[in-house]
């Protein structure tokens, strides 16, 4: 079964989230969830503003 087009939109989000879950996390310790959002509504934003100034460029999520 192939991966579907709303598949990728879910992993990448999930990946986000993850990510800033993570930060925040490192930022303040155990980062309660309203901090998590606001690093994932950034992280969003970010990335949405980094694809609409770099066109070509895919977003590629990597996990350092």
Known sequence: MGMKVEDGAAQATLAL??????LADNAF???????????????CYETDARMDTEPGRELTVTRH
């Open 29 to 43: 310790g155990q980062a309660e969830e309203a901090t998590v959002r606001e690093v994932f509504m950034r992280l």
């Open 17 to 22: 989230l993850q990510l800033a879950k993570e």
